[in-house]
C-alpha cells in the first residue's frame, strides 16, 4: 500500500479482555516499530522488528504485552488481560532498513485503545 | 539511554508570528536528531532531521532547525507561522548507528487566525 496501515484504528473492550492490533508496513520495509502514545505523554518505545526477528522488546511494558511480525511485512501487537492504564494510541511505523538509512520512520494513524 | 526534554507543552501564537521550540536531548555521543509533526486528524510525518554537516537544517514548510552540540539542543523555529501550522510537534533523538529513536512528550501549537 502506499502507507502504514493499521487496524482497527478504534477499540473499545473491557477490562481483562485480549486485544490484537494489526499494522501493514510500507511494502519493502524491512524494520518496523510499535510506540504507544498516551495522554500528555511523548511517544513510548515498544518493540523493534528487523525482518521477522525482534532484537528489541525491552519496552514492552509487561508480559501481557506480545508482538510478532510474519513474512517480513505485517506485525501484530497483543495485549492480553487489559488494564485501564493499557488505553493509548498504539503507533506502527516503518522504514526501509532502519535509522542509519533514510532515517525517516513513516507512521500509520495508529489504532486508539480504550479499556473501560 | 538517552532523554529528550521539549520546554513547552503548549504554545499559543497568533499568524505571522515568530515560532521557536526548544528541544534538549541527554546523550554524550553523537546523536541524530529529528523533528516530526502531528497535524490534526494526520499521522506523524517527517519535518527535517540533522544527521551530520551544517547544524542549521531547513525543512518542509519553512521550518529550520539549529543543532548546537554544546548545548545539547536542537530547537526548531519558524520566522512566521500560518494557520496550517496549528499542530503538534515531536522532537526525537537516536544516537548515531542505533535504531531506537527516543521522542520528547510533544508541543501542542496553536496559531490563532
Known amino acids: 500500500g502506499a502507507g502504514v496501515s493499521q487496524s482497527p484504528s478504534n477499540k473499545v473492550t473491557e477490562k481483562g479482555k485480549d486485544v490484537e492490533l494489526r499494522c501493514d508496513p510500507i511494502?519493502?520495509?524491512?524494520?518496523l516499530y510499535w510506540y504507544r502514545q498516551s495522554l500528555g505523554q511523548g511517544l513510548e518505545f515498544l518493540i523493534y522488528f528487523q525482518g521477522n526477528s525482534a532484537p528489541d522488546k525491552s519496552g514492552l511494558p509487561s508480559d501481557r504485552f506480545s508482538a510478532e511480525r510474519t513474512g517480513g511485512s505485517v506485525s501484530t501487537l497483543t495485549i492480553q488481560r487489559t488494564q485501564q492504564e493499557d488505553s493509548a494510541v498504539y503507533l506502527c511505523?516503518?522504514?526501509?532498513?532502519?535509522?542509519?538509512?533514510?532515517?525517516?520512520?513513516?507512521f500509520g494513524e495508529g489504532s486508539r485503545l480504550t479499556v473501560l | 539511554a538517552q532523554s529528550v526534554s521539549q520546554h513547552n507543552h503548549h504554545v499559543i501564537l497568533s499568524e505571522a508570528a515568530s515560532l521557536e521550540l526548544g528541544c534538549n536531548y541527554s546523550y554524550g555521543g553523537t546523536v541524530n536528531l529529528f523533528w516530526y509533526v502531528q497535524y490534526p486528524g494526520q499521522h506523524l510525518q517527517l519535518l527535517l532531521k540533522?544527521?551530520?554537516?551544517?547544524?542549521l537544517v531547513k525543512g518542509i514548510k519553512g521550518f529550520e532547525a539549529e543543532f548546537i552540540k554544546s548545548k545539547f539542543s536542537f530547537n526548531l523555529r519558524k520566522p512566521s507561522v500560518q494557520w496550517s501550522d496549528t499542530a503538534e510537534y515531536f522532537c526525537?533523538?537516536?544516537?548515531?548507528?542505533?535504531?531506537?529513536?527516543?521522542f520528547g512528550a510533544g508541543t501542542t501549537v496553536t496559531v490563532r487566525a
Open positions: 540533522y544527521f551530520s554537516g551544517d547544524p
Open positions: 511494502s519493502g520495509h524491512t524494520a
Open positions: 526525537a533523538v537516536t544516537p548515531s548507528n542505533d535504531y531506537k529513536l527516543s
Open positions: 511505523a516503518s522504514t526501509l532498513m532502519g535509522l542509519m538509512g533514510t532515517g525517516e520512520l513513516f
